[in-house]
Every structure is written in C-alpha cells, then in structure tokens.
C-alpha cells in the first residue's frame, strides 16, 4: 500500500471523530423546574418539552393552592432582536394545574412572562429561557 491512501483514510477517521459523524444525537438539555413563592400563591413552571425554534413547545403550570377562578396569560418575547411576542394557550389539567404551549419563531434568549389573576390580586412572573434550533 502506497502512502497516500494510507493518509487518505487516516483523515478521513479523523475527521469522522472530530465531526462526530455517526455519533448518536444528544439527548434534549432538560430545563429545571422553577418555583416562586408570592403573597400567598407557590407558582411552578416546569418545562414539558425543550424550546424549540418553530415546534410545539409545552409547559406544565403549578398554582398552590390552586385558585377557584383563575385568568392566565403568557407572553414569550424576543429579548435580542425585535421580534413580535408569541402568546401561549392555556389548557387546565386539574385544579391549580394548566398545561401552556407556545411557539417560538426562532432560536435565542427570550422571556416567558407571566400574567396570574384572581379575583383578588393579580401576579407578573418572569422567566429567562434559551430556545435551540
């Protein structure tokens, strides 16, 4: 065997390492659950499914003690670019839990803002999330 298709595939190995290619996929960064207490109210967001730029991204929201009427509205916006706010629907699961989805338009940092109201009071929460592509 000559030299030069023993350095041929000697590159060709290393670069298949270096690339990864044929390396399994990560699996999804998980995102942590986060808790805040406020007047009263424990709020939970846990993340169902990693943010992902144009794809279903689902979320699981806690209220304890759960409200017995409760008005939510959740609003990701684009926190380095100008880039139009994407509202969340709302599904209640159980009492004091609602599954929310959105839909981000691309990948970056973006902020979940939270809008909880009662009857009696009314709560702002914000999260900081990094959406992948």
């Given amino acids: 065997m000559t030299r030069w298709p023993r350095i041929v595939t000697l590159t060709v190995i290393l670069l298949g390492l270096i690339t990864g290619c044929g390396a399994a996929p990560l699996p999804p960064r998980s995102l942590p659950d986060v808790s805040r207490h406020a007047a009263g109210l424990t709020i939970r967001l846990q993340w169902l499914t990693t943010p992902t730029e144009l794809k279903s991204s689902t979320f699981r929201l806690v209220l304890a003690p759960p409200p017995a009427t409760v008005h939510l509205r959740g609003t990701l916006t684009m926190t380095e670019m100008s880039m139009p706010p994407v509202s969340a629907t709302w599904q209640q699961v ?34 900081l999330i990094n959406v992948t592509n």
């Fill in 94 to 127: 159980h009492p004091g839990v609602w599954k929310g989805e959105v839909i981000p338009t691309m990948a970056g940092s973006w902020r979940l803002a939270l809008v909880i109201r009662t009857p009696r009071r009314t709560w702002h929460e914000t999260y």
